[in-house]
């Protein structure tokens, strides 16, 4: 089992950086791929950004390229996100998963809120 606890959100004008952080416990996440997940008021939860264990690849969501960025410290058992030129429309509960592949996420934090204003 993998716990996830996210940090780092809170409230940011728009054009402002955010960086997340998610402290991963259990088991190292060295062997396990890492995502961010976001899911705004009244939508689904979407992908954002994903990383696989090894590290040579990271998908992204179309909406996040060139802002958004992730990056796993092992040693510290931590995943990142920095989230670059926010916008409103950024505005979401972000959650962390890991999962064995980039194409299935087994396990889930709880999520930390986002908000973008105008």
């Known amino acids: 089992q993998v716990q996830l606890v996210e940090s780092g959100g809170g409230l940011v004008q728009a054009g402002g950086s955010l960086r997340l952080s998610c402290a991963a416990s259990?088991?190292?996440?060295?062997?396990?791929?890492m995502g961010w997940f976001r899911q705004a008021p009244g939508k689904e939860r979407e992908f954002v950004i994903g990383?696989?264990?090894?590290?040579?690849?990271?998908d992204y969501a179309d909406s996040v390229k060139g802002r958004f960025a992730i990056s796993r410290d092992n040693f510290k058992n931590t995943v990142y996100l920095q989230m670059n030129s926010l916008k409103p429309d950024d505005t979401a509960v972000y959650y962390c998963?890991?999962?064995?592949?980039?194409?299935?996420?087994?396990?889930w934090g709880q999520g930390t809120q986002v908000t973008v204003s105008s």
């Open positions: 990383k696989s264990a090894s590290g040579t690849r990271t």
């Open positions: 998963a890991a999962g064995l592949t980039v194409d299935r996420y087994n396990y």
């Open positions: 259990g088991r190292t996440i060295s062997n396990y791929a």
